[in-house]
């Protein structure tokens, strides 16, 4: 899967938006306005910084080299994972989707989509 790939995998979602509170750098993927996805478009190769139950992130960082504890975040509950053409497409849809449904959990009942 590459950049554009993903950016269209996390905008298929139930009410995501994609913004920039960080700057024009940064695109952000929020659903219901919590943040589940970022990434820097500019960046090589292409990163995506995505939500992990943290039980999950070891076995994920113990297993691929292109998944490393979250750039810039709070390691126990984020990973960056490298679009390098190393992870199967199917994995990182799941880790997308994965990171999507840890936010939507945590959203109040009334405001899940």
Known sequence: MDLPDVIAHCLAKA?????????PDVLVYKVVGKMFALTDPD???PRMNLKCDPERSVELR????AI???????KKHWN???????LPSALIAELI?????????????????
Not at 80 to 86: F, M, P, R
């Open 15 to 23: 009410a995501v938006e994609e913004t920039t509170p960080f700057g």
């Open 43 to 45: 960046s090589f190769p």
């Open 62 to 65: 113990a297993e691929y080299d």
């Open 68 to 74: 490393i504890p979250g750039y810039h975040m709070n």
């Open 80 to 86: 960056t994972v490298t679009l390098d053409d190393s």
């Open 97 to 113: 989707d994965h990171s999507y449904d840890l936010v939507v959990a945590s959203l109040p009942k009334s405001k899940r989509p």
